[in-house]
């Protein structure tokens, strides 16, 4: 059984912050449904915890992700005003 302590918190804090990060380019790429992409990142990011019994390494890779997809925007920019 899952603790919940203030960890938990904070987790859920920085899942809603991915979330609105989810939602915001959603939002701005034009997906049909933003607001539905956003709370199924929350809740596939919770639930993800809850089976992975584990908020520390979720969060490095929900981390990474992030990094990484922001990287690729910045290099597909980078080929398009160049070529």
Do not use: H, N, W
């Amino acid at each position: 059984m899952p603790a919940f302590g203030i960890g938990s918190l904070v987790f859920l804090v920085g899942q809603a912050l991915v979330s609105s990060f989810v939602y915001s380019q959603a939002e701005k790429y034009g997906s049909r449904s933003p607001l539905v992409v956003g709370v199924s990142a929350f809740v596939l990011g919770v639930a993800a915890a809850f089976v992975f019994r584990t908020i520390v390494e979720l969060a490095v890779i929900e981390l990474l992700i992030v990094l990484l997809y922001l990287v690729g925007l910045r290099v597909s920019k980078r080929r398009s005003v160049s070529g």
